[in-house]
């Protein structure tokens, strides 16, 4: 069995891959090379086959996070490198990844240069994204977004299940392997333009608002009281802000402020409820 395999999710990457496959073959030539064809409409599983890298199918297109489940799953080395097929990515910064694996890391993840970003937009939001998300985990995280990362193949399938079939599993990944206590770090990288016959597939606006509402979400599953426990304090402190208002001007307490206080209490409880169920998805994580 080797010891490392390197997953490639690719749809419409031929072209990207024939240059790809054969740096990855000559760097690694022990790994195990899986490429996840996720519908392709190209000839993509054909120049994979071409150059001896193994290929899984998708019937149809189900998704980046479906194809590295898929991966995942029928991988058969001990260490995981996930790395995009459309030529963003460095193979030289792969021994980068595994010597950070050697010191006893579980997942290492290659941060991407701020200037890396494809426009001032994405740089904003990747920006805002890294600093929600290190709030909500309570850990500082440099790139939530980066699809390069290396990872043990056992802790990164104890959490198959919870990631989505869509683009955002770097973003539930993350967050999983730091609410389980596995140890993640960072490694800088410098990405380069993606390949000139590969676009893009995720949309500014529509993608950028699904991936605020993810964030929240994995931030509800992971680490439910920083979410819930600023909430419950704001609508405190607006319940008691009016009533202090209302005190002054009219000398008494107003039905608005009693559900402001009782909507501070339902919100608290809730999120206590939240942490309780949230550890339930880790009681076999040791």
């Known amino acids: 069995m080797p010891q490392l395999s390197i997953i490639l ?10 240059r790809l496959i054969p740096q990855l073959k000559r760097l690694h030539p022990n790994a195990e090379i899986l490429i996840v064809n996720d519908g392709s409409t190209d000839a993509t599983e054909a120049v994979c086959r071409e150059h001896g890298a193994r290929v899984i199918n998708h019937p149809y297109s189900m998704g980046n996070g479906a194809a590295i489940k898929s991966g995942a799953r029928n991988a058969r080395g001990d260490i995981l490198v996930f790395m995009d097929a459309d030529g963003q990515h460095d193979p030289a910064d792969i021994p980068h990844l595994l010597d950070k694996l050697d010191e006893g890391y579980k997942m290492v993840v290659g941060a991407r240069h701020a200037r890396t970003h494809a426009s001032l937009t994405r740089r904003f939001a990747n920006h805002w994204y890294n600093h929600l998300a290190s709030f909500m985990t309570g850990y500082q995280i440099e790139d939530l977004t980066s699809g390069f990362r290396a990872a043990d193949a056992e802790c990164f399938r104890k959490f198959l299940y919870l990631l989505p079939n869509g683009f955002s599993y770097p973003t539930t990944s993350t967050m999983a392997f730091f609410r389980a206590g596995f140890p993640v770090t960072y490694v800088p990288i410098h990405a380069g333009k993606r390949d000139k016959d590969s676009k893009s597939h995720i949309k500014i606006v529509r993608d950028g608002i699904r991936f605020f509402v993810i964030i929240l979400k994995i931030g509800a599953l992971f ?12 609508t405190f402190a607006t319940g008691l802000g009016y009533y202090a208002y209302t005190y002054f001007f009219w000398g008494r307490l107003t039905n608005m402020s009693v559900v402001m206080f009782l909507g501070a209490l339902f919100i608290f409880l809730m999120g206590i409820i939240s942490e309780q169920i949230s550890s339930l998805h880790y009681r076999y994580h040791e």
């Open 9 to 18: 999710p690719a749809k419409n990457e031929a072209d990207g891959l024939r």
């Open 223 to 234: 680490s439910p009281m920083r979410l819930f426990l600023p909430v419950s304090a704001f």
